[in-house]
């Protein structure tokens, strides 16, 4: 039975209770405005509407298939077929002298034979690599001997063709099936690989999202800021407390301040796009969302290296994949080396035959025998050179080989790629640190330059360097816990526990 992957996930009850719909439902005003979703919202979008995964959820079942077909090798076949011939060909001296004896001097030289044949029977091969046929055939025979009279002759034969070197054993005889299982496996941990990594872009592409949104935020209060400096340096200016330079510059600090809101919001676009990508199978005009702005952590995690390293030799589908494939090219060579001996088959036959002027009357006539026909003989088939086996054997060998080396390096590229994300993660969180440093720096040097603007101590150009500083700061914040969220993302995906993190549940039946 060819078996199918399902990808469900678990959805927590305080996400549904808190969902649009929840809050309609318990009476609730909610303001019109673009669809929030959340993170688990977005990866049901992905599993279910992916499109590169719902092509890759094929591969698994396209490989049952071919389990299947292998299997099929194994299963009788029924065959039947009729035929005619007519001939004429010269008698010999043998056939002339007794014809002339039996039928009263038929000097004829030409013998003119009529022959029909019907056939049928069941065939197949077993796993031991026994091949065997059971046959019956109905000749209806018409020629010069008998005046064209009808004769029928019948036979049935059951004939076994056995193995005894090539092609003898499971090992031989079960090779296509083990190797397209092997494959079979390898496919599923490729597929949860796939699975596995549309999770982590899907993930990582919520994470900047989530940034863009809220940078987005910061882009705008900056704006809101230098306007508001603008019209109270105006203001003074009119007063006549202030230079028109100072207005200038407030006034260039604002056309800065929309240039980086403007950037910000072409930034939240792009973000949106690629998780429409990653989330939906059709690209609607319309479709506008908003995510919810939750940062899995803010806190870099307690690390454990040696659990990880443990779950990556156990969970990662990736290298697990690449051990399947190993195994597969130890049944190549297996079956190899049975293909390089020698054919040696015992083969046998036993069967009855009968002969009668009626059909029905010539498989009757079976009765009449004392023994049936039978034959037992070896067949020997020995190349001299065999470059073929030998070839193929060698061949086998060095994609052993090559699974081997593909193994090593996968270790090297995963483990290399873990020490990077432990690396990552550790940075991101020295990050965060300092970045909430300079955030509470930057706002202490606003509002210090803005209390010595008012007493007429520093220029406007200083305070918009401060308002900068502070937008800038706080984007870098952001920035700091988007790249520490995707760190720790990462680390899961390497380690193969990806879908435990995120609360994804991967279940087959």
């Given at each position: 039975m060819t078996t199918r992957r399902h990808f469900t996930i678990l959805f927590s009850v305080c996400a549904l209770l808190t969902s649009p719909a929840a809050l309609h439902a318990s009476g609730t005003t909610v303001e019109a405005g673009p669809r929030v979703v959340t993170l688990h919202d977005l990866l049901v979008g992905a599993l279910n509407k992916n499109i590169e995964l719902r092509a890759r959820r094929l591969e698994p079942e396209i490989q049952d298939l071919r389990v299947e077909a292998s299997r099929g090798v194994f299963e009788p076949a029924f065959v039947a077929g009729a035929s005619y011939q007519s001939s004429e060909r010269r008698k010999s001296a043998q056939e002339n002298s007794?014809?002339?004896?039996?039928?009263?001097?038929?000097?004829?030289?030409?013998?003119?034979?009529?022959?029909?044949?019907?056939?049928?029977?069941?065939?197949?091969?077993?796993?031991?690599?026994?091949?065997?046929?059971?046959?019956?055939?109905?000749?209806?025979?018409?020629?010069?001997?008998?005046?064209?009279?009808?004769?029928?002759?019948?036979?049935?034969?059951?004939?076994?063709?056995?193995?005894?070197?090539?092609?003898?054993?499971?090992?031989?005889?079960?090779?296509?099936?083990?190797?397209?299982?092997?494959?079979?496996?390898?496919?599923?941990?490729?597929?949860?690989?796939?699975?596995?990594?549309?999770?982590?872009?899907?993930?990582?592409?919520?994470?900047?999202?989530?940034?863009?949104?809220?940078?987005?935020?910061?882009?705008?209060?900056?704006?809101?800021?230098?306007?508001?400096?603008?019209?109270?340096?105006?203001?003074?200016?009119?007063?006549?407390?202030?230079?028109?330079?100072?207005?200038?510059?407030?006034?260039?600090?604002?056309?800065?301040?929309?240039?980086?809101?403007?950037?910000?919001r072409n930034f939240l676009a792009q973000r949106r796009n690629a998780l429409r990508e990653l989330t939906q199978d059709e690209f609607g005009e319309d479709y506008s969302f908003t995510v919810d702005r939750h940062f899995t952590t803010t806190v870099p995690p307690t690390l454990n290296r040696l659990a990880a390293h443990g779950h990556l030799y156990t969970h990662n589908p990736s290298y697990l994949a690449s051990v399947e494939n190993a195994k597969g090219e130890d049944i190549r060579i297996a079956y190899a080396k049975n293909q390089n001996q020698p054919r040696v088959d015992l083969r046998a036959t036993f069967g009855y035959n009968g002969l009668s002027d009626a059909a029905e009357n010539a498989y009757r006539d079976y009765r009449?025998?004392?023994?049936?026909?039978?034959?037992?003989?070896?067949?020997?088939?020995?190349?001299?050179?065999?470059?073929?086996?030998?070839?193929?054997?060698?061949?086998?060998?060095?994609?052993?080989?090559?699974?081997?080396?593909?193994?090593?390096?996968?270790?090297?590229?995963?483990?290399?790629?873990?020490?990077?994300?432990?690396?990552?993660?550790?940075n991101a969180g020295e990050r965060v640190t300092l970045v909430k440093d300079a955030v509470r720096l930057a706002e202490s040097a606003l509002n210090a330059e803005l209390k010595r603007l008012s007493s007429g101590l520093t220029t406007s150009y200083n305070v918009a360097q401060a308002q900068r500083d502070l937008s800038q700061a706080r984007s870098r914040e952001l920035a700091t816990y988007v790249d520490l969220n995707k760190a720790v993302t990462n680390l899961a995906f390497i380690t193969g526990t990806l879908h435990i993190s995120l609360r994804v549940e991967i279940e087959s039946d």
């Open positions: 007794s014809i002339g004896a039996i039928f009263g001097g038929n000097n004829d030289p030409i013998l003119r034979e009529n022959t029909g044949r019907f056939q049928t029977g069941v065939i197949g091969r077993l796993p031991y690599g026994t091949s065997y046929e059971l046959l019956t055939n109905l000749d209806e025979i018409r020629n010069s001997y008998n005046s064209f009279n009808s004769e029928f002759v019948s036979s049935t034969t059951l004939s076994i063709t056995q193995p005894l070197l090539k092609d003898f054993g499971k090992t031989a005889g079960l090779a296509e099936i083990r190797l397209q299982q092997q494959v079979s496996v390898a496919a599923r941990h490729e597929l949860r690989a796939n699975v596995l990594r549309i999770l982590r872009e899907v993930a990582s592409a919520y994470y900047e999202m989530a940034f863009a949104q809220e940078n987005v935020s910061v882009k705008q209060q900056a704006v809101d800021v230098a306007a508001s400096l603008v019209r109270d340096n105006q203001r003074r200016l009119d007063e006549g407390r202030m230079a028109p330079i100072d207005v200038t510059q407030a006034q260039s600090r604002l056309a800065e301040a929309k240039e980086e809101l403007l950037l910000a009449e025998r004392d023994k049936p026909t039978w034959s037992a003989g070896l067949i020997v088939n020995v190349p001299f050179f065999d470059r073929t086996g030998k070839s193929r054997l060698a061949e086998a060998k060095k994609r052993k080989l090559q699974a081997l080396l593909t193994i090593q390096r996968t270790e090297i590229t995963l483990v290399s790629a873990l020490d990077t994300a432990f690396r990552d993660i550790e």
